[in-house]
């Protein structure tokens, strides 16, 4: 017997995450239970007791939706309830009736926990009755009014079909069912009768809802904000393949998970630009700078120094060595900024044949990259162009213009 008592509660316990279904669209739902009734009065304790001998009780649960907080229920069970006082050499059995009406608060309200949520525990209260029959006169017959407060949790099976267990604990306004009344040296401080109801149980929920569901999601037409298409309850009854809580219609990625923040759009780097618009989708940037980095002020200037300031050889590749300081702070930059691929451009003026001019322009961009390797710069970091005169920025009419044309350009890429 004790065997049989450890495997039920095991098995009350294995099944404790799973309950009642019933929703908006399907609020009724119909139970069968089983479980055990455990004794505590003026005989001893029995709640805890795994040596106590099982009393167990089969039942009817209905339920009724109310609204995402609560749900009302109608217990009802029958089986035996009693207990065995070896020490004292008393015991109490009788056949035992009971029904109560309770109001359950779901932990699955949408604040706390998702409605559409797998795994849902919820609290409940209640009034009700239990009606006592002794068996081999070890009882004493009568009624007495119980308050039970009780504890249980659920799971979804499927959209109607459910699992549930609860476990009550439950006052009783009557001193008499064991045989027994107190003479005011039990520990039991109000002096009447208590018990505990473990169940267990599968329900079906069904019905419908007295508003009208068109897209068939469970959620009537007036609360759901897309009430021809099949939705979730998460989105207000719009789609969201993605499942990112970004619905489908305003969702710039629908088939790609991401953040509300960014449309429904991944953001890899986490800098508020989605991936899709952002030109440095791994590098952290700035909304600014189309997702990367911002280039700063010195570097700018640099680069405008560069311009005119890194000299060559007349008609060569060569650098002049006037040009090598402003040479050693842009491998400074690019040290500093590992992020930074830099493409170096070369141009020329007018003067001179075309084709030559192509071709030196090419070589002297050529020549700035291998000094930057040369001071460890990585060369898979740079590229380089040659534009000879087909991109001046000022006249070839004027030896000021042709100075202004003859140049290298630095571009940061990433």
């Known amino acids: 017997m004790r065997q049989k008592s450890l495997l039920v509660l095991f098995l009350s316990l294995m099944i404790s995450t799973v309950g009642f279904s019933q929703s908006k669209s399907t609020p009724w739902a119909i139970g069968l239970t089983t479980g055990k009734t455990a004794y505590q009065g003026d005989l001893g304790n029995g709640l805890f007791d795994l040596g106590e001998a099982y009393h167990g009780n089969m039942g009817l649960k209905v339920g009724r939706y109310l609204n995402n907080y609560f749900d009302l229920n109608l217990d009802g069970s029958y089986g035996r309830i009693g207990y065995n006082n070896n020490k004292k050499g008393e015991s109490f059995l009788a056949n035992r009736l009971h029904m109560d009406l309770n109001l359950a608060f779901k932990f699955n309200n949408g604040k706390i926990l998702k409605e559409n949520s797998i795994i849902a525990p919820y609290l409940y209260a209640g009034l009700g009755f239990m009606n006592y029959k002794p068996v081999d006169n070890r009882a004493t017959k009568g009624t007495d009014m119980m308050i039970p407060l009780g504890i249980g949790a659920k799971v979804r099976l499927s959209s109607q079909w459910s699992a549930f267990w609860q476990s009550s604990y439950n006052f009783t306004n009557g001193d008499d069912a064991d045989m027994m009344r107190t003479d005011g040296t039990s520990a039991m401080s109000d002096k009447n009768d208590r018990n505990m109801m473990h169940s267990i149980g599968i329900s079906y929920s069904f019905g419908k809802s007295a508003k009208p569901d068109a897209d068939k999601d469970g959620i009537p037409d007036d609360e759901d904000q897309c009430p021809n298409t099949f939705g979730l309850k998460s989105t207000n009854g719009c789609p969201d393949a993605d499942l990112d809580g970004v619905i489908d219609s305003k969702d710039q990625c629908p088939n790609v998970f991401g953040a509300k923040s960014t449309q429904g759009c991944p953001d890899t780097d986490k800098d508020g630009v989605s991936d899709n618009n952002d030109s440095c989708p791994e590098i952290k940037g700035t909304r600014g700078n189309n997702g990367c980095p911002e280039i700063s002020q010195t570097t700018i200037q ?90 001046p920025v000022a006249s070839n009419d004027t030896k000021e213009g042709k100075s202004k044309n003859r140049r290298v350009e630095f571009k940061v890429n990433f």
């Open 302 to 391: 640099l680069f405008q120094e560069a311009l005119q300031g890194i000299q060559f050889e007349t008609s060569k590749s060569v650098i002049k060595s006037s040009s090598f300081s402003i040479l050693d702070r842009v491998v400074d930059v690019m040290n500093k900024n590992q992020a930074y691929n830099l493409s170096i451009e070369g141009h020329t003026d007018s003067s001179g044949d075309d084709a030559m001019n192509m071709k030196l322009s090419q070589e002297r961009a050529a020549s700035v990259k291998r000094y930057l390797v040369s001071k460890g710069i990585d060369a898979n970091r740079m590229t380089t162009a040659g534009f000879g005169e087909t991109i």
